[in-house]
């Protein structure tokens, strides 16, 4: 079946501009995670949805990073005057949304933003 | 301290090596430990997952988890070029808002030379 998938894959901005990366998550997961990878960092946790709970921002960096979730399905990760240490791959991952567990995660390609 | 350290290498190997990748962690209330595997220019997949201590054998794969130390490994036998990619390890738990949280280590960049 399709997996996670995300768009754009690649995408260059100019410093100051707000940019929108897509995830579509796998049919019928109910949780659905963002994650920026960036040279020296690792995976780091950005947000986390659950269903129609209330999201999980703890790891959102600052207040120009915001994400939506539509539907309970496609989400959409926003970013306001892009700064240049922003520039980093940020990954969609989704997983079925049992409570209580640690679930597989499965992950989208990623969209790999540059701020230039 | 981060939650997950995790020596970021590159290491590169022959091919046949037995590899041998590792991990510390720092909060020991975690009880889920779980290994990815990234190639490049794509997401992380799930490769092992392990409960508590001990080991777990999958084909060449063992994920070995020790408590007492706060360490976690991931040996690969008779590793093979396909096997070159970044391995990520990782920790779930944590609770937040009813779920377990996972934690990612910064992941090691194995190369296996034919």
């Known amino acids: 079946g399709a997996g996670v998938s995300q768009s754009p894959s690649n995408k260059v901005t100019e410093k100051g501009k707000d940019v929108e990366l897509r995830c579509d998550p796998i049919?019928?997961?109910?949780?659905l995670y963002w994650y920026r990878q960036s040279l020296g960092q690792g995976l780091e946790f950005l947000i986390y949805?659950?269903?129609?709970?209330?999201?999980?921002k703890s790891g959102l960096p600052s207040d120009r990073f915001s994400a939506e979730r539509t539907g309970g399905s496609v989400s959409t990760l926003t970013i306001q005057r892009t700064q240049q240490e922003d520039s980093a791959v940020y990954l969609c991952?989704?997983?079925?949304?049992?409570?209580?567990?640690?679930?597989?995660?499965?992950f989208g390609p990623g969209t790999r933003l540059l701020v230039l | 301290q981060k939650e997950v350290e995790q020596d970021p290498g590159p290491l590169s190997v022959p091919e046949g090596a037995i590899v041998s990748l590792n991990c510390t962690y720092s909060?020991?209330?975690?009880?889920?430990f779980m290994w990815y595997r990234q190639y490049s220019r794509k997401g992380p997949e799930l490769l092992m997952y392990?409960?508590?201590?001990g080991n777990k054998e999958d084909g060449r794969f063992t994920a070995q988890v020790d408590k007492s130390s706060k360490y976690i490994s991931l040996f690969i036998r008779d590793s093979q070029p396909s096997d070159s990619a970044t391995y990520l390890c990782?920790?779930?738990?944590?609770?937040?808002?009813?779920?377990?949280?996972?934690?990612f280590g910064i992941g090691t960049k194995l190369q296996v030379i034919p």
């Open positions: 991952a989704s997983s079925l949304g049992g409570r209580g567990v640690v679930e597989t995660q499965y």
């Open positions: 049919s019928g997961h109910t949780a």
């Open positions: 949805f659950q269903g129609n709970s209330a999201p999980d």
């Open positions: 909060n020991s209330a975690f009880q889920y």
């Open positions: 392990t409960y508590s201590s």
């Open positions: 990782a920790k779930g738990g944590g609770n937040s808002g009813g779920y377990q949280k996972v934690t």
